[in-house]
């Protein structure tokens, strides 16, 4: 089973920015693609932004201009760096890929203040 361990999470003050990191404990390099996704209090868990392997990044409209995902495969780490964040941004955010894997890790709590 791969574990997926989000950390970088926090609370913030709307237009701010934070930058949480996704460690897995299996390489990532094989992997077609990694993704960010969030779950919001009462709210199904939704994507955010995935990059492909050539570290193409694709992102939800909800995002787009303010969030950027990378990776490096050598520490099996996927970043997604938040900035001009809204109040809508709070979630519990997670990684995972693209199939997903059929278990999730922790998440992170982001929560941001008007």
């Known amino acids: 089973q791969v574990q997926l361990v989000e950390s970088g999470g926090g609370l913030v003050q709307a237009g701010g920015y934070l930058r949480l990191s996704c460690v897995t404990s299996?390489?990532?390099?094989?992997?077609?693609?990694m993704a960010w996704y969030r779950q919001a209090p009462g709210k199904q868990r939704e994507l955010v932004a995935s990059?492909?392997?050539?570290?193409?990044?694709n992102y939800a409209d909800s995002v787009k201009g303010r969030f950027t995902i990378s990776r490096d495969n050598a520490k099996n780490t996927v970043y997604l760096q938040m900035s001009s964040l809204k109040p809508e941004d709070t979630a519990v955010y997670y990684c995972?890929?693209?199939?997903?894997?059929?278990?999730w890790g922790q998440g992170t709590q982001v929560t941001v203040s008007s």
């Open positions: 990059i492909s392997t050539s570290r193409i990044g």
């Open positions: 995972n890929r693209i199939p997903q894997y059929p278990y």
């Open positions: 299996r390489s990532i390099s094989s992997s077609n693609v």
